[in-house]
């Protein structure tokens, strides 16, 4: 995804898919090709980043140079920085990031906060999202205390302890009968009346899951892992944490990018077959890892593509596993 020094300009967009590149409208969720927008004129980190932190409180706002929203006006709900917890797996030892402790229970919690942040400094009164639980829960709770009002829309599957989360905030559910495309599909015409939230096209949300790099930066001695393993659906913790060690090697903070290594449920795997360039799978099949179950994620080839540049690769897992 690109980036550039920031400057006194507006909010720009570049497509991912062809040159254009937009001033922001708040109508505007994706290009005109059909491709998906990233974010321009957020600024690198400084290169005394890790000095400047060492009196900064626990918390993203610690990273505030790079975000794309001003600190003073950010939408907090106590978040702090998560644990990484030291595990033994097959003779491994390997660290956990520990992201159930966020503050609506999952890393969604860090691209709501960015995204409904940027939200209301543009003055958004409302807005809608399509989700399958998780990111529909942060960004309900971040409208809440944001005074934003929220639509969730959510396959008619959905769990109920997940969409009765969503209510707890005060968002309205919107059940949609089908799969997670039919449901993205009534959230986009909802999009045609009401800001669009989206996690998966609002670039502002990668803003926000990009601070998982900078944890892990930070956590590590201010260096880079050499593997990282994420779950990976629609790619908003992949390409989030892409963008966030990217943005530290352009700044020399780190000397290589961290290999990743994308997980898919082998029952829905459309980015490793992207990957292998092997024909995808039969779409609609079942699967225990609902939360990644995406079958024509918007963003794939930017995963692939991550992926290669981080000499990476993606593996499948049974759900017998």
Known sequence: ???RAAGPTATSFACASCPTEYSEVPGRWRCDCGGPLDLLNVPLPPEDLPKRLSEREWSWL???EVLPIQAMAAVRLGENCTPMVQLELDDREILVKQEQIASTGSFKDRGAFVLVSHAREIGIASLVEDSSGNAGAAIAAYCARAGIGCDIYVPDATGSA?????ETYGADVVRIDGHREDTA???MLAAERVWYGSHVWNPFFFHGT???AYEIWEQLGFRAPDTLVLPTGNGTLLLGAHIGFSELLAAALISALPKIVGVQAARCCPVV???DGTPPRPAGA???ASGIAVAKPARERQMVRA???SGGSFVTVEDSD
């Open 1 to 3: 995804m690109p980036y």
């Open 62 to 64: 610690r990273y505030r």
């Open 307 to 309: 992926v290669r540049e």
């Open 162 to 166: 997940k969409t009765r989360q969503i």
């Open 210 to 212: 990009k601070l998982l």
């Open 286 to 288: 079942k699967t225990i």
């Open 185 to 187: 599909a009534a959230a």
């Open 273 to 275: 077959c992207a990957f």
